[in-house]
């Protein structure tokens, strides 16, 4: 089986998911790496320790990525060398061209893979109902698959060698990369607290945040929030945690009312500490906490909080 | 400016949802459904556009159930729906090809997806529609700001960074939530919207490109749970803190 991984770069930096596609390609056959960018051989040298070939697409217009350019040069390649598989990581880039490239392909998509099984036929494996439910979906090959970060970590060596696919776009991008803007800084950095009190839709109402405030202050910790709490404008952006907001790593992360979709997980999993208080025991947020309670916010905040401040 | 927004009637994963007996499909009884979270954000953002700028909306939504999706999307605001009365369940492209093949008549500017549904999870229709159309488009935006015949956009990436980029149109954005605070509409307004147009389309699509085998529980790592009555849990947390030197 021909696999093609196609790597990802930002800011200069290898996206380390690249090399997670390699470990899948890897498994399922002969790995090739496709890098697309201005001038990528710094990229290229690198893949090449994981992947059999490497596939160079460069030209001064892919400088930045666009979507429209990268399914340009990626079907010229992949009409040329006919992969039965490829992939792309499940990122906000790989997630946006890979459904466009896989129409013009013909092939069938499937995104959020996190495993592929190929004992029956071509089956792969991904979430429903944000973390509640798993899939397993049988796909005909070529096919195209995003990948999630984190769900192949090992792989083999290789050492591979450095191919100029010799491909150009064939035409300019319709649309026009303008630049990148930096994410908003407020005045507490979630990132570097040592002690969270991370509050999700369970939280239920904005008037509903003092109560989390008071108990971040009893273990003098900060307050942030998962997506909708920061969507609905209960607490400010730069309190998100999860892959489109903050990384944190606290000594203790409290998470009250947040389900555990994968999104949010990422942000938090390597907490010192994680407890999730949550009323449905099937919530994933146990499948990465290390204590759990199941319950309601409104009995077992308040109930601890009476506790810290009879300390005092 | 005309803008067709594609809307789904989806359960909410955090209702009670489960297996059903054929361990195929999702077993949704008990579960709430309402407006796809995402799309609640593209269609509030197209009727704000059409609110300052003029046009039309038209909402599009696919599934035997979906009137009460549609219907609240007349009573945000939006001016017309197409009902597509086909149950796609998971295979994106179905849906894709039977919304291409509704609207192939329809002369926009842009159209609108949420980024996901809340239920399956795949973050496709909407470009898969693009590709289908031969669109420009760009996914998960979180602001839109339009010049004559083009239309600026910031797009979520990682670590709270944006991407800025320019796209001609007609064109199709998908939309992150949290781009706006989509309105609330009362259940009267939803009777008065009773008035706006309707129409069902009956279509089933050609192509079958990916087969359930089947559905299961997530194997979990399961937390240690700490258990009692809220008097007994707040204790038990407590010495846990107090063990690792949290709380004095
Ligand atoms: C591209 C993309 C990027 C994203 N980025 C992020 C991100 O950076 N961060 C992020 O958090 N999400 C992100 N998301 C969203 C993510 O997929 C989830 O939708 C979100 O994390 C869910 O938040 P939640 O757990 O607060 O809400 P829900 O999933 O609605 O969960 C609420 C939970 O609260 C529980 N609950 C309700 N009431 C109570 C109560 N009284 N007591 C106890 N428990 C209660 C419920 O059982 C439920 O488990 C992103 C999504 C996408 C598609
Ligand atoms: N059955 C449907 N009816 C209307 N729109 C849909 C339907 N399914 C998906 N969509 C649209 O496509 C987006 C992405 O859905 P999905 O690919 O299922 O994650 C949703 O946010 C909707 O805007």
Known sequence: MKVFAIAEHRFGELNPLSI????????LGESNAVVIGKDVSKFAEELAKFAEKVWKIEDASLENYT???????LLQLINREKPDVVLVGNTAQGVEFAPYLAVKLGYPIVTDVVAVNTANGFVVSRYVMQGKIMVDLKVSTPCVLTIRQGAFKEGAQKSGKVLD???????PSARKFIGYVQPEVGEVDISK????????????DAANIPLAEELAQALGGVV???????????LPKDRQVGIS??????????????????????GMKD??????????????????????????????????LDKLKAKK | MKIIVLAKHAPDPQSEVGIASDGKSLSLGTAVFDINDWDRYAVEEAIRIKEKIGGEVLVVGVGKNCDDTLRKCLAMGADR???IPFDGGIDAYQIAEVIAEAIKNEKFDMIFAGLMSQDVNNALVGVLLAGMLNLPFATAVTAIDIKDKTVRIKREIEGGYQEESELPMPCLLTIQSGINEPRYVSVMGIKKAKTKEMKEVKLEPKSKKVEVVKMYLPPVKKAEMITGDPDQVASKVIAILKERGLVG
């Open chain 1, 271 to 304: 907490s010192e500490l994680i407890i999730a208080v949550n009323k449905d025991p099937e919530a994933p947020i146990f499948g990465v906490a290390h204590y759990g309670i199941v319950g309601n916010i409104f009995d077992v905040v308040p109930t601890l």
């Open chain 1, 165 to 171: 696919a010799g491909i150009k776009p064939s035409k």
């Open chain 1, 245 to 266: 907001g903050k990384i944190v790593k606290p000594k203790l992360y409290l998470a009250l009312g947040i389900s555990g979709a994968f999104q949010h997980v990422m």
């Open chain 2, 81 to 83: 729906a197409i009902k």
């Open chain 1, 224 to 234: 942030a929030g998962s997506r909708p709490v920061i969507d609905s404008g209960w």
């Open chain 1, 193 to 204: 607290a040592e002690i969270i009190v991370a509050v999700g839709r369970g939280i239920e």
């Open chain 1, 20 to 27: 997670e596609l390699l470990n899948l390609a890897n498994k």
């Open chain 1, 67 to 73: 979507p429209d350019l990268y399914v340009d040069v």
